[in-house]
């Protein structure tokens, strides 16, 4: 297999590496550069577990070849804390309990990512739109819209 | 297995490229990246192009010429295609919008491609490198076509109404998915009608029965009881988790008759 050499720049870090043309971005991500964030759930894109932010845009990284990423920006559930504080996403799943295996957690969080990046004060439906491509089998979702709330909540106290 | 992806910058020679068995146009990936996933030992090799002019929308006059690499996200969010907006949303959720194109989901097998379906009752038009094809051609020898899809064109139409019928809100795979022009003379009578179904076929498909029990009747119950009683001539719906076809051929009348009288 032909190795071809890739160049993005993940959670704020350059990265460049050579690897198989035809990787999934999935697959580099977690066994090249070991950002383990990104999950590996259905590998079709119903599950959005994988999900990840490519320029501004939510992006299944399961059916993303990573040579078509040649300089994007990615954001990973990895790069959300700084400084060792969490994202107030990170802190709002946790303090709602909105995470119980936590295998979809990195997706639901990066999805809500977005949402939030474009709309900082969300409805309820605005919620249950931006995670309606991720799947959970724990929680019930609940939890995990009440999470996303809070977070804008928290966002929109501390802009005041 | 990891798949060699080809770029190229032009059409003409992905289009070359595209000659060698096995291999397959990446538009969004979300059904050539997914079919290599799940092991589909038919796809040896990926090609795609990065021509500007297959991610651009140009809307002049009552014309759309929307490239085949345009997302189902850009047109949701185009300001002069709103009424299509709603049938984008149709495809998936946020990150599979972002992702999957215009060109791609001709090719979605039903219980997919609701967008297409849209594009059937807008009577579309697809360009190759070689020409123009109408739509109803062109999803009828979809799997034998080897030429790269370059861009959609249509005519906007001000009566343009689309539904996705689903269990799962608000995303969820189509039962059914239903697009509907009409023109309507001056006492109200429906002039010309294209409807559009998707999932009663493997493909989008029209219901020429309907459409032609229509024509001369009013938009109320009983002006379009005769077409809701042949909406399912020439239907072949498909049998998936989703719904069984004797569900989908019960319930399509129902969802035609609120699609009609709304």
Known sequence: MAKVPVQFTLNGSEKAEFIDSGTTLLNALRDKIGDTSPKGGCHQGTCGACSVIIDGELRLSCLTLAETCNGAMITTTSGLAEGGVLHPLQRAFLDTFATQCGFCTPGMIMAAKVLLDHTPNPSREDVVEALSGNICRCTGYEPIIQAVLAAARANSQNAA | ?262
């Open chain 2, 1 to 262: 297995m990891a798949l060699a992806l080809q770029t190229f910058a032009t059409v003409k020679d992905a289009n070359a490229a595209l000659k060698l068995a096995g291999t397959r146009y990446l538009g969004g990936g979300t059904l050539v990246v997914r079919a290599a996933n799940e092991g589909d030992v038919s796809v040896s090799g990926l090609v795609r192009s990065t021509d500007p002019a297959l991610s651009a929308i140009e809307v002049r006059g009552g014309k759309v010429r929307v490239g085949a690499s345009v997302t189902m996200a850009e047109i949701a969010r185009h300001p002069e295609l709103g009424a299509l907006a709603k049938a984008a949303r149709a495809v998936g959720g946020p990150a599979i919008r972002n992702m999957a194109t215009v060109g791609g989901n001709l090719f979605a097998p039903a219980p997919y491609g609701d967008f297409a379906v849209a594009l059937l009752a807008l009577d579309a038009t697809f360009g190759t490198d070689d020409g123009e094809t109408p739509i109803e051609t062109f999803l009828a020898g979809r799997d034998d076509g080897r030429a790269i899809v370059t861009s959609v064109s249509f005519t906007k139409a001000g009566s343009f109404r689309f539904l996705k019928v689903s269990r799962v809100k608000p995303k969820g795979v189509s039962v059914l998915s239903i697009a509907i022009v009409l023109e309507q003379a001056g006492g109200g009578t429906v002039s010309s009608a294209r409807i559009a179904l998707g999932c009663m076929a493997d493909r989008p498909m029209r219901a020429k029965a309907a459409e032609k029990a229509l024509l001369g009747r009013t938009l109320d119950p009983d002006g379009i009881a005769p077409a809701l009683a042949a909406a399912g001539d020439g239907t072949s719906p498909i049998t998936d988790p989703i719904a069984s076809a004797w569900y989908r051929a019960e319930v399509l009348p129902v969802h035609l008759g609120r699609l009609l009288l709304s």
